[in-house]
């Protein structure tokens, strides 16, 4: 209802606005205001938001990027996620990051544990590398990894590996093989956070989740000064559960898919 009478619609969309990037004004008081008219908000998220490791152990890899392939274990199957990624001085950056850094948010909101997350450096697998590593003829660890990788990049990998880079290849063990593959083709990303909505950028669906699921789809109409709920076949679900429906469902169409030391 408005100066000019009654306008009436089987549903009102309040566009609320959501919680990125608050120094632009995007700071979550659409939903504040929401709240106060009535509607239920249930816990939003940030998506697509840097991954922080405290301490962090790649501080001294700050400023290298490269093209990765990260996947992050599902209960039924995983999630794999291609494109840029970049070492910070706190942590991770880079689309490849940001695409699978709403499962870490959702592990810690749920206190089962941080979400498990690999990175495969390079194009070549577990099965490529480790072929790589048995035919490299009389060459060494080092230069070998190095031809893949940057170098600092390269020189910490075999480090942890726990390999000296001049030892020959052939003379390499077959634990110190395998040890190699892991880091190279499976390198477990430590983190402990994120930054959360001070950097998040919202995935199309999230944002989506956070006026319709924050909201609630039972709340759609505002009458003046007060909102009246208008049920519907079903009641909106918590914008996390939506999240793991969705997950869950591009896994199967898909089969593919503490502190820091």
């Known amino acids: 209802e408005h100066a000019g009478g009654e306008i009436l619609g089987r549903a009102v969309v ?24 009535g509607h239920t908000i249930h816990p939003t998220y940030p998506a697509l938001t840097p991954l922080v490791c405290d301490p962090p152990p790649h501080a001294d890899l700050a400023g290298i990027s490269l093209e990765v392939e990260i996947e992050a274990p599902l209960p ?15 942590g991770y950056s880079g689309p490849a990051v940001l695409d699978i850094s709403h499962l870490a948010v959702l592990s810690l909101m749920d206190g089962g544990g941080p979400q498990e997350i690999r990175v495969r450096w390079t ?3 577990t099965e490529e590398w480790d072929r ?4 490299g003829g ?15 990049l390269a020189e910490r990998l075999v480090r942890e590996a726990g ?10 063990t077959r634990e110190e093989r ?9 390198y477990p990303l430590p983190w402990t956070g994120d930054e959360g909505y001070r950097t998040a950028r919202w995935l199309e669906f999230v944002a989506l989740l956070t006026v319709l699921g924050a909201l609630g789809f039972r709340h759609a109409v505002l009458p003046p000064l007060a909102a009246r709920g208008v049920p519907t076949a079903d009641a909106a679900d918590p914008p996390q559960e939506v999240g793991r429906r969705l997950h869950r469902q591009r896994t199967i169409h898909n089969p593919r898919q503490k502190s820091c030391s």
């Open 178 to 186: 395998k040890a190699l593959v892991e880091v190279l083709a499976r």
């Open 138 to 152: 009389a060459g060494t660890v080092g230069p070998l990894v190095r031809r893949e990788l940057p170098d600092r």
């Open 14 to 37: 309040l566009a609320t606005g959501g919680l990125s990037v608050p120094a632009s004004g995007s700071d979550g008081g659409g939903l504040r205001i929401a709240e106060r008219l």
């Open 123 to 125: 194009a070549a697998g």
């Open 76 to 90: 039924r199957g995983h999630l794999p996620t291609r494109g840029g990624f970049l070492f910070t001085h706190r």
């Open 163 to 172: 390999v000296d880079a001049a030892r020959p290849l052939a003379e390499l």
């Open 132 to 135: 790589r590593l048995q035919e």
